[in-house]
């Protein structure tokens, strides 16, 4: 046995055996895995730019780990409630990456969603005061207020001059908060941004009364948002026309406008 131990070429032929053996077993396992296919998620049809990806649009398969990069997603969770990236179609059949699947946050700012097909986007210009102090986020309620006064063409207040006020529509759901730069007031807090617009969407029968509104300059009409607690229920109340005589009176005055 000692002579065998001594032995340079038995030593040898055991260490040759045993590298080969390491060599086999790192190989096989490359074969393996290799070989045995890795479940991800997939596009079931083709999704557009800027939508958000729902549960009905995707569905999982099996794939060669080869057809896997770093920056594919491979877990269904993690691709439900991401948004195809603004500058991509993801073609049915697709697999999902880091590129065309993500957050709503990392969206161009100028990439406006979420908001029900018919509706028309509406721009109100607002202030920190009339923001209540910067306190109106995406995703939050307001109701919206019309102030006028009837006032005569020269500026001066008539003999009968009467002030309008009353709640115009109800239960506008805020898309976005914007500074003078259109950029997002609130995606880095420590950058401070003043609100300059509160972006939301109505359908355009409504979009077009407070269009009206703009135009009402020798009325000093004025739009004024409040804050509601509709976000915070289960079922917020829809959007609704609150006052049909204010309607009415939009529409009136503004027929020779």
Do not use: C, H
């Not at 040898?12 to 055996?17: A, F, S």
């Not at 057809?67 to 500058?87: F, P, Q």
């Amino acid at each position: 046995m000692k002579k065998i131990i001594n032995s340079k070429n038995i030593v040898t032929i055991l260490g040759i055996v045993i590298l080969v053996g390491i060599l086999f077993f790192f190989y096989a396992k490359r074969v393996d895995s290799a070989i045995n296919p890795i479940t991800v998620p997939y596009a079931k049809k083709q999704i557009a730019a800027g939508v958000k990806i729902t549960a009905d649009m995707v569905d999982t398969t099996e794939v060669p780990p080869s057809m896997i990069t770093d920056d594919t997603i491979k877990n269904l969770s993690d691709v439900i409630g991401k948004y195809s990236n603004a500058d991509t179609i993801i073609p049915e059949g697709s697999l999902f990456n880091e590129r065309n699947a993500v957050d709503k946050e990392k969206l161009p700012a100028n990439i406006i969603l979420d908001y029900p097909e018919g509706y028309v986007l509406y721009n109100l210009s607002v202030n920190t005061t009339t923001t209540y102090g910067n306190s109106i986020y995406p995703g939050n309620y307001i109701d919206l207020y019309l102030k006028a006064s009837t006032r005569s063409i020269d500026g001066m207040t008539s003999s009968n001059s009467k002030v309008v006020l009353g709640k115009l529509l109800s239960n506008i759901q805020v898309i976005a908060v914007k500074d003078s730069d259109g950029k997002p007031v609130f995606k880095d807090l420590e950058e401070r941004r003043a609100p300059a617009m509160i972006v939301f969407a109505v359908p355009e029968e409504y979009y077009i009364l407070i269009k009206k509104v703009e135009y009402l300059r020798t009325y000093d009409a004025e739009l004024i948002t409040v804050p509601t607690n509709e976000g915070l229920k289960n079922e917020p109340g829809s959007l609704t026309l609150s006052s049909e005589s204010l309607k009415n009176w939009i529409n009136e005055v503004t027929r020779w406008q």
